[in-house]
């Protein structure tokens, strides 16, 4: 059966499963974790998240698994050998960045630039690319050849860089909190951290060639009580959690219906990330007001795209 098809065929019995069982909470409080930290922040004419394909493979219930594999572990002895293999090769798949390094007759080596592994993948599915070029995707080995699965999307080179520094700084943190987790449980369980700096990038590329509009105007505090910051800033009106991630909590500070300021609370400090000067202003207004004695202001400084990336 064509890859494509025995996909879609899964994707749908997996829908009419989650239908026919007891899920309804399951998928109502997946359509609230998604809107609320997919909504704004991941779509545009190039890269588009799809709800049942983020529903059935990476979305985590209460007991710590997906749909899918909720799903496998119902149906396995009803399922033939190829859908049991595709499923399980999906299952242990995560999203990475790879670079072409080469090209050879009609297949071309991609190398992951985080486990630095490579792998051999048929020209037909990275036809557009030339040496160098990067590209966001997901692969999985099936009948020991490598595809490519999913949404695909290519990278400017130039990020590679700063993609892959900043990555890696996120995973030497997850490491010391998980000693013997691999950079691919890693990526595996950190897929939003990664679409985040690509979707930066996108914007970037597609609106506008001027580096300078895209400053972060960025304001650092040392903080002592990680929980009372926390908590004081989830009970301010004008502060709103955008989402969670290993340690770190994503807030957005609104005023007067506009967004003042991105802010990351982590690692015993607060960041606020601004698009300007005056709004860097206001918003460190704004924290001491809400925080007072709790946040001690370590820096203010001007960041460039390379370094938000």
């Given amino acids: 059966m064509n890859l494509q098809n025995l996909e879609m065929k899964i ?60 799903y496998h572990e119902f149906m396995e002895d009803q399922l033939s050998d190829e859908e049991n293999e595709w499923i399980e090769k999906r299952i242990q798949s995560y999203l990475s960045l790879y670079e072409l390094k080469r090209i050879e007759e009609n297949e071309g080596l991609l190398q992951d630039i985080f486990t630095k592994k490579e792998y051999w993948i048929n020209l037909d599915q990275i036809q557009e690319m030339k040496s160098r070029d990067l590209i966001l995707a997901r692969r999985i080995k099936i009948a020991k050849q490598y595809k490519l699965i999913g949404n695909t999307i290519y990278v400017p080179e130039i990020f590679r860089n700063d993609i892959e520094k900043n990555i890696l700084i996120q995973y030497e943190e997850y490491k010391y909190k998980s000693k013997y987790g691999s950079v691919e449980e890693f990526l595996k369980s950190n897929r939003l951290l990664l679409e985040k700096y ?16 895209y400053n972060v105007w960025q304001s650092i505090y040392i903080i002592h009580d990680i929980k009372e910051v926390k908590q004081k800033l989830l009970n301010h009106e004008a502060v709103q959690l955008d989402y969670e991630e290993n340690v770190n909590c994503y807030f957005r500070l609104v005023s007067d219906n506009r967004l003042l ?19 860097r202003i206001n918003t460190k207004k704004m924290i001491q007001s809400i925080l007072g004695d709790l946040v001690k202001h370590y820096k203010d400084e001007v960041i460039g795209i390379e370094s938000i990336i």
């Avoid at 989650?18 to 922040?41: P, S």
Wanted: contains cysteine.
């Fill in 11 to 70: 994707e749908e019995n997996v829908l009419n499963f989650l239908v026919k069982g007891k899920f309804n909470e399951d998928i109502e409080d997946a359509k609230e974790y998604f809107n609320r930290n997919f909504g704004e922040v991941m779509v545009n004419d190039k890269w588009i998240i799809d709800f049942n394909s983020w529903l059935i493979y990476d979305y985590k219930m209460k007991k710590g698994k997906t749909i899918i594999e909720k």
């Fill in 198 to 213: 690509i979707e930066i990038i996108i914007d970037v590329t597609q609106e506008t060639e001027d580096e300078e509009s």
């Fill in 261 to 279: 300021a991105e802010i990351v609370l982590g690692n015993n400090r607060i960041e606020l990330e601004c698009t300007s000067e005056s709004d």
